[in-house]
Nanobody
Framework: VQLQASGGGSVQPGGSLRLSCEVS????????IAWFRQAPGKAREGVAY????????FYANSVKGRFTISRDSAENRVYLQMDSLKAEDTAVYYC????????????????WGQGTQVTVSS
């Protein structure tokens, strides 16, 4: 099982990035996927979640209305579209797969990608 996160980079405040999580070795039809982030000195934070069945989504309050999670089951990829980026969005972003009872709890996920750095700075 491998999750490969990509798409990070440096952007000015107000800009946009789209992160991609390429999943291999498991099917998006059976695993829920979430994006987490971790800034230096801070705890890992759940950012967005998408379920397997009806593609139900959840978001952290801090990103609601700015971030959108989506999936392409045919390509086994999950995306995180990030708009109106702020300096406080700067972090390493990870994708994770599992069957969480609470979506934003990081240790309820079984598989993790390696992380991609997002830096928002003027």
């Amino acid at each position: 099982v491998q999750l490969q996160a990509s798409g990070g980079g440096s952007v000015q405040p107000g800009g946009s990035l789209r992160l991609s999580c390429e999943v291999s070795g498991l099917s998006l039809h059976y695993y829920h996927i979430a994006w987490f982030r971790q800034a230096p000195g801070k705890a890992r934070e759940g950012v967005a979640y998408i379920s397997t069945s009806d593609a139900t989504t959840f978001y952290a309050n801090s990103v609601k209305g700015r971030f959108t999670i989506s999936r392409d089951s045919a390509e086994n990829r999950v995306y995180l579209q990030m708009d109106s980026l702020k300096a406080e969005d700067t972090a390493v972003y990870y994708c994770a797969a599992g069957f969480p009872t609470v979506w934003a709890v990081w240790d309820e996920y079984d598989y993790w990608g390696q992380g991609t750095q997002v830096t928002v700075s003027s």
